[in-house]
């Protein structure tokens, strides 16, 4: 298997042991922990320079920091987003300046492709053939992408909720896309069904997987760079299952260890008041999130009731020194109706819980006026149009 040169491995997050990447992909062989790629990091000579003389071009810019080198993997150019200053919104929170990472420029509209790309380059040189996730709707786009690019099956499950685009989306990409009535519990069930029928089957599912959330780093590193490595006072990121909460926290430790950023970025999970487990466990202070029952929200990637890596996002807030931030529904349609109008950018609803997030810290006064705040728009509001169009329409317009 091709890996680059500080890739130790995959540790186990429970009791430590490291497996070899070929030897194991899912889940340690002793203890079933999940597991963890692990890295040399004294052997990774990266310097500011080196980086500025590469083209911003793809987030493999970065393989030294990945599992993989950039010649294997299965990408799409993915990543290398603008992020765009956005001085309206800026005087709007009453802070310095406010960023927009702009992910919905990625080659199926979200963050997600990051993480597919990394993870279906995993599952290829692992020689599976088939791929399977149980998804919100914009994982699973984003997967039959990436496995259609490297030949492989993927399977699907979305619930019936799911937005029509990622349902069209997959077909479109060649793959098995299965609708399971109910919500993303549902789906998961399926899943899970399907998994324990085909041994063959390499699954990437959030976490169960290690290489999703380890390409979702890819972003915290392009926003260090891109600020010339001053590091932003906070980045708000609209938390599903945390994969990319997860990421940016572990990508944040390591420009801290390899002495290219000097502290870290307060990261804040923005989540929706009707499926909010994350925030519910921070302002309880508990280290792990308690599953919501009847959850319900028209952001649909943030239905997410049962978080099972939830201690792994709440260390990365704590590590941070960061937070969690809940806003109801009609805030977060306005909140994306208000940044495409004084931005020209567009965010889809999930997506524009970070907005709507970084709005209220600014009404609770967490900001003192000096502060650099990016706001993370993981996906695109074009797949959900309808959605935004639809908010307008209760306004009378
Ligand atoms: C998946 C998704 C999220 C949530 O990301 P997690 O890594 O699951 O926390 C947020 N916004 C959009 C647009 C997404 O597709
Ligand atoms: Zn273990």
């Not at 380059?121 to 020689?127: D, I, K, R, V």
């Not at 599976?128 to 996730?133: K, M, R, S």
């Not at 430790?253 to 909010?276: K, M, N, R």
Request: net charge negative.
């Amino acid at each position: 298997m091709e890996t680059t040169d500080a890739f130790v491995g995959l540790e186990c997050d429970d009791c430590g042991a490291v497996v070899d990447a070929e030897a194991g992909s899912h889940r340690c062989p002793d203890c079933a922990g999940w597991l963890e790629p692990t890295y040399d990091y004294d052997a990774i000579d990266l310097d500011r320079e080196t980086l500025a003389d590469r083209s911003f071009d793809s987030q493999w810019r970065y393989a030294e920091l990945l599992p993989f080198p950039r010649e294997a993997a299965v990408t799409t150019n993915e990543g290398a987003t603008p992020l765009v200053d956005c001085p309206q919104l800026a005087a709007e929170l009453g802070v310095d300046r406010v960023f927009v990472k702009d992910e919905s420029r990625n080659p199926t509209g979200t963050s997600k492709d990051r993480g597919a790309s990394v993870a279906v380059t995993a599952a290829a040189l692992c020689g599976a053939t088939d791929v399977a996730l149980p998804s919100t709707g914009n994982g699973g786009q984003a997967v039959a992408a990436y496995a259609g690019r490297a030949g492989l099956d993927a399977h699907a499950y979305l619930p019936s909720r799911s937005g029509f685009t990622n349902k069209a989306m997959v077909n479109v990409h060649g793959g098995d896309m299965n609708v399971v009535g109910g919500r993303f519990d549902e789906a998961v069930g399926a899943f899970e069904e399907g998994l324990a029928e085909h041994d063959d089957w390499y699954s990437l599912r959030a976490f169960e997987t290690p290489y999703r959330h380890e390409g979702a780093k890819t972003l915290f590193y392009e926003i260090a760079e891109q600020l010339e490595w001053a590091v932003p006072d906070v980045i708000a990121y609209p938390t599903g299952t945390g994969t990319g909460l997860v990421g940016l926290a572990k990508a944040a430790t390591e420009l801290e260890e390899l002495g290219l950023i000097a502290d870290l970025p307060a990261l804040y999970a923005a989540q929706v008041s009707g499926c909010a487990p994350i925030v519910e466990a921070v302002d309880d202070d508990r280290d792990e999130h308690e599953p919501v029952e009847h959850p319900d929200t028209i952001c649909g990637e943030l239905e997410i009731p049962d978080p099972a890596a939830s201690p792994r996002v709440l260390d990365a807030i704590r590590e941070t020194d960061g937070g969690a931030i809940a806003t109801d529904d009609p805030d977060v349609l306005e909140a994306a109706v208000r940044v495409a109008q004084a931005t020209g950018l567009e965010m889809s609803p999930s997506a524009a819980a970070s907005a709507s997030g970084a709005w209220e810290l600014a009404e609770r006064g967490t900001f003192d006026g000096d502060e650099t705040i990016v706001i993370v728009n993981t996906g695109s509001g074009n797949k959900e149009a309808d959605v935004l169009r639809s908010h307008l329409m209760g306004q009378g317009i």
